[in-house]
């Protein structure tokens, strides 16, 4: 059984959440505030946290920030702010996804459990190889010229997608689907803030191979494709 940990202030939200997420199967943790959250994360180590922004204590952004210091735990950020800068800090700081307030508890359900099968091996053992990278879809790991590459479960799904099919150019809605199962049109930006992390994990241009990538390409108009190996 899946441990998921609530972070959030509202008694009601944390409420309504844990009754649907129980229903569904999932142990729930709740933690009221930013730095109870972090204490119980270190001490309980839940497969999935979902991450309210404004929190007392200590800010969303931070508590993301120190989890991810430490681990690939996925995290579904909520937000009610409607400044859009914020999603994108919160995926760029390694968020798996966000789901702005307000929202229906089913679709919480449904992104929490989508997110967990990511981070899942895979039942065949296969190996993807691209001049010095390495991806293995059983064991979930990536090296690059034999370094593990940590890299969060949306961003391994994300390079999986575009490894499997080297030089196929992919729409960012195109990405989205494919590592979320469902279209969310609005978020197609989102793509951008987690492509951008993956090669400043992936890339040896220390520009994160914006100008000279060597895995991920930027496709102008239309999205991103891996590139074709040597
Ligand atoms: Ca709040």
Redo the contacts with the bound molecule.
């Keep these: 059984m899946s441990t998921i940990l609530i972070i959030?202030?509202?008694p009601e939200l944390v409420k309504v959440l844990r009754s649907y997420l129980e229903q569904a199967g999932f142990n729930v943790l709740a933690a009221g505030r930013g730095d109870t959250g972090l204490s119980t994360w270190e001490q309980k180590h839940p497969d999935l946290v979902i991450l309210?922004?404004?929190?007392p204590g200590m800010d969303g952004l931070d508590v993301a920030r120190a989890m991810r210091r430490k681990s690939n735990t996925p995290i579904i950020m909520l937000t009610?702010r409607v400044d859009e800068t914020d999603q994108l800090i919160g995926l760029e700081l390694g968020a798996d996804d966000y789901i702005p307030k307000p929202f229906s508890p089913r679709v919480v359900v449904a992104r929490v459990r989508a997110l967990l099968r990511r981070a899942e091996p895979t039942a065949a053992a296969q190996v993807l190889r691209s001049a010095d990278l390495e991806i293995d879809l059983d064991a979930h790991t990536a090296t690059r010229a034999g370094q593990a590459v940590e890299l969060t479960p949306t961003e391994f799904s994300l390079l999986t997608v575009m490894a499997s099919q080297p030089g196929r150019a992919f729409s960012r809605l195109q990405l989205l689907e494919a590592t979320q199962g469902t279209a969310y049109e609005g978020y197609e930006r989102t793509i951008d803030a987690h492509i951008k992390n993956l090669r400043a994990k992936l890339e040896p241009d220390s520009a994160g191979g914006r100008k000279n990538p060597r895995y991920i390409e930027t496709v102008f108009g239309v999205g991103y494709r891996f590139v074709k190996g040597e």
Excluded: I, R, T
């Design positions: 959030e202030d509202e309210d922004l404004n929190l009610a």
